[in-house]
């Protein structure tokens, strides 16, 4: 077998790839590098690609502050509740759109109408308040129930798992529910980790219907003080003069370490779910 040798067409995609790359990972890097740095050092090389002084003064004040505790608190339990509904109800309606069941085509349907219709803002905010979940966490967590591209997905998989599976398993005697969670869900361990992270990311970045709904800052999720503290550091800085007297500490710090505090817990995930999102990604090609 002879091995394929570098063409300079293939030295130029290297090069732009590297390009591409690195201009991807460098905001990142900067990010963290700007909320371990003083001021000074900041001012001096805002753009640095390696700090002359570290300081951990910036995530001292971040918590220090008691309002991104609690933000962090209310989206690790949307994350966690979040995630487990939609999962939840994706699996039981992908599964049961696989079956020949009366009205199947027109509850696609109805399902397909609302990717590109809705009732508007105004009647969406009225039924929450008609729901009772105005200040209250589960706002962030009921009313989304599954992405429809998502269940898709998920349904094309489980039209391809063969049908011999479930048939051997109904002569033994196992019901519908036996058999999605005794031989369909191990066999869909992929797809089912890669729209789990997935998941979890739209749930960690939740921030929508906390702005709508929530008015109480102790239940306001993490990306919605996050955006409090990058629209106004000082002020956030002020409030907390009288705790960090001695910290030395300045708002593009503050700004970044909450940016770093915010990204870090849900990519920490990425290498637990590494080998099913690889897999995953190619599983569960579109199809009617």
Do not use: C
């Not at 502050?65 to 608190?73: A, E, R, S, V």
């Not at 509850?107 to 803002?121: A, H, K, P």
């Not at 599976?165 to 890669?194: M, Q, R």
């Not at 099913?276 to 569960?284: A, D, N, P, Q």
């Amino acid at each position: 077998m002879t091995k394929r040798k570098f063409t300079v067409v293939d030295i130029i995609i290297l090069i732009l790839l590297t390009i591409f790359g690195l201009a991807v990972l460098y905001p990142f890097y900067n990010a963290i590098l700007v909320s371990l740095v003083p001021q000074h050092v900041y001012a001096e090389s805002p753009f640095m690609l390696w700090p002359d002084e570290i300081t951990l003064d910036a995530y001292k004040q971040v918590f220090n502050d008691q309002t991104l505790i609690n933000g962090m608190k209310t989206t690790v339990i949307v994350t966690f509740l979040g995630t487990v509904y939609n999962m939840l109800i994706t699996i039981l309606t992908s599964y049961a759109l696989t079956k020949d069941i009366p009205g199947r085509k027109f509850i696609n349907y109805l399902i397909l109408f609302t990717m590109f219709f809705s009732g508007g803002l105004i009647p969406y905010y009225l039924l929450i308040k008609n729901l009772g979940l105005i200040n209250n966490i589960l706002v962030m967590v009921l009313p989304m129930g599954f992405n429809i591209m998502y269940m898709i997905v998920l349904r094309s998989f489980f039209n391809d798992i063969p049908d011999a599976l479930e048939e051997s398993a109904k002569i033994d005697g196992a019901n519908d529910f036996i058999i999605l969670f005794k031989i369909i869900l191990p066999l869909s361990l992929p797809i089912l980790a890669t729209l789990s992270l997935y998941y979890g990311v739209n749930r960690w970045n939740e921030w929508y219907h906390g702005m709508l709904f929530i008015t109480s800052p102790d239940i306001m999720p993490l990306q919605l003080v996050l955006r409090n503290i990058v629209q106004d550091a000082s002020k956030f800085l002020q409030g907390n003069t009288a705790a960090m007297a001695n910290v030395e500490t300045f708002s593009e710090g503050i700004q970044m370490a909450s940016v770093v505090t915010t990204m870090f817990p849900i990519m920490m995930l990425y290498p637990f779910l590494q080998r099913y999102f690889l897999s995953g990604l190619t599983l569960g090609a579109v199809k009617s």
